[in-house]
Nanobody, 119 residues
Framework: QVQLVESGGGLVQPGGSLRLSCAAS????????MGWYRQAPGKERELVAT???????NFVDSVKGRFTISGDNAKNTVYLQMNSLKPEDTAVYYC?????????????WGQGTQVTISS
Protein backbone atom coordinates (compact mmCIF):
# COMPACT_ATOMS: atom_id res chain seq x y z
CA GLN A 1 0.00 0.00 0.00
CA VAL A 2 1.43 3.33 -1.07
CA GLN A 3 1.74 5.89 1.70
CA LEU A 4 2.29 9.60 1.24
CA VAL A 5 3.04 11.74 4.27
CA GLU A 6 3.03 15.53 4.01
CA SER A 7 4.78 17.93 6.32
CA GLY A 8 5.87 21.54 6.43
CA GLY A 9 2.59 23.39 6.64
CA GLY A 10 1.98 26.20 9.06
CA LEU A 11 1.09 29.84 9.57
CA VAL A 12 3.12 32.49 7.77
CA GLN A 13 2.66 36.15 6.97
CA PRO A 14 1.91 37.36 3.46
CA GLY A 15 5.09 37.51 1.43
CA GLY A 16 6.64 34.68 3.40
CA SER A 17 7.80 31.23 2.32
CA LEU A 18 7.12 27.63 3.18
CA ARG A 19 8.45 24.33 1.92
CA LEU A 20 6.11 21.38 1.91
CA SER A 21 7.48 17.85 1.85
CA CYS A 22 5.79 14.66 0.71
CA ALA A 23 7.54 11.50 1.81
CA ALA A 24 6.54 8.44 -0.20
CA SER A 25 6.79 4.83 0.93
CA UNK A 26 8.28 3.93 -2.45
CA UNK A 27 10.70 5.43 -4.92
CA UNK A 28 9.22 8.55 -6.45
CA UNK A 29 10.46 7.28 -9.82
CA UNK A 30 7.98 4.40 -9.49
CA UNK A 31 5.18 6.91 -10.13
CA UNK A 32 4.33 8.41 -13.49
CA UNK A 33 3.78 11.72 -11.77
CA MET A 34 3.52 13.31 -8.37
CA GLY A 35 2.00 16.58 -7.41
CA TRP A 36 0.30 18.89 -5.00
CA TYR A 37 -3.34 19.83 -4.80
CA ARG A 38 -5.02 22.26 -2.43
CA GLN A 39 -8.48 22.81 -1.09
CA ALA A 40 -9.64 26.02 0.51
CA PRO A 41 -12.79 26.12 2.67
CA GLY A 42 -15.89 26.00 0.51
CA LYS A 43 -13.92 25.45 -2.68
CA GLU A 44 -13.13 22.55 -4.95
CA ARG A 45 -9.78 20.81 -4.66
CA GLU A 46 -7.47 22.24 -7.31
CA LEU A 47 -4.23 21.13 -8.87
CA VAL A 48 -1.28 23.29 -7.83
CA ALA A 49 1.77 21.66 -9.34
CA THR A 50 2.94 18.38 -10.81
CA UNK A 51 6.24 16.75 -11.67
CA UNK A 52 6.63 13.73 -13.89
CA UNK A 53 9.14 10.91 -13.51
CA UNK A 54 11.01 12.56 -16.37
CA UNK A 55 11.25 15.83 -14.48
CA UNK A 56 8.66 17.86 -16.39
CA UNK A 57 6.74 20.29 -14.24
CA ASN A 58 3.41 22.04 -14.52
CA PHE A 59 1.81 24.76 -12.39
CA VAL A 60 -1.57 26.38 -12.05
CA ASP A 61 -1.39 29.94 -13.36
CA SER A 62 -1.97 31.50 -9.95
CA VAL A 63 1.31 30.11 -8.55
CA LYS A 64 3.59 30.38 -11.57
CA GLY A 65 6.75 32.25 -10.72
CA ARG A 66 6.16 31.79 -6.98
CA PHE A 67 6.10 28.02 -6.43
CA THR A 68 8.54 25.34 -7.51
CA ILE A 69 8.25 21.57 -7.32
CA SER A 70 11.15 19.17 -7.09
CA GLY A 71 11.96 15.63 -6.12
CA ASP A 72 14.72 13.85 -4.24
CA ASN A 73 14.66 10.17 -5.07
CA ALA A 74 17.30 9.33 -2.47
CA LYS A 75 14.81 10.49 0.16
CA ASN A 76 11.66 9.33 -1.69
CA THR A 77 10.41 12.88 -1.22
CA VAL A 78 8.78 15.54 -3.36
CA TYR A 79 8.92 19.17 -2.31
CA LEU A 80 6.78 22.21 -2.97
CA GLN A 81 8.68 25.43 -2.37
CA MET A 82 6.24 28.27 -1.93
CA ASN A 83 7.46 31.86 -2.04
CA SER A 84 5.73 35.24 -2.00
CA LEU A 85 2.76 33.65 -0.31
CA LYS A 86 -0.62 35.35 -0.46
CA PRO A 87 -3.71 34.99 1.73
CA GLU A 88 -5.43 33.26 -1.18
CA ASP A 89 -2.88 30.47 -0.93
CA THR A 90 -4.47 29.45 2.35
CA ALA A 91 -5.71 25.88 2.03
CA VAL A 92 -5.09 22.30 2.97
CA TYR A 93 -2.39 21.01 0.66
CA TYR A 94 -2.47 17.38 -0.42
CA CYS A 95 0.26 15.29 -1.97
CA UNK A 96 -0.79 13.13 -4.91
CA UNK A 97 0.87 10.31 -6.80
CA UNK A 98 -0.25 8.55 -9.96
CA UNK A 99 0.97 5.31 -11.42
CA UNK A 100 -0.14 3.31 -14.43
CA UNK A 101 0.49 -0.38 -13.93
CA UNK A 102 -0.76 -3.15 -16.20
CA UNK A 103 -3.05 -0.64 -17.86
CA UNK A 104 -4.66 0.50 -14.63
CA UNK A 105 -4.33 3.94 -13.09
CA UNK A 106 -3.58 4.07 -9.40
CA UNK A 107 -4.11 7.40 -7.60
CA UNK A 108 -2.78 7.94 -4.11
CA TRP A 109 -3.28 10.77 -1.62
CA GLY A 110 -1.65 12.01 1.53
CA GLN A 111 -3.58 13.18 4.55
CA GLY A 112 -3.02 16.88 3.89
CA THR A 113 -1.20 19.69 5.63
CA GLN A 114 -2.69 23.07 6.53
CA VAL A 115 -1.15 26.22 5.10
CA THR A 116 -2.44 29.52 6.47
CA ILE A 117 -1.29 32.88 5.18
CA SER A 118 -2.29 35.69 7.47
CA SER A 119 -0.89 38.76 9.15
Amino acid sequence: QVQLVESGGGLVQPGGSLRLSCAASESIFSFNSMGWYRQAPGKERELVATITSGGSTNFVDSVKGRFTISGDNAKNTVYLQMNSLKPEDTAVYYCNARRISFGRLGIYWGQGTQVTISS
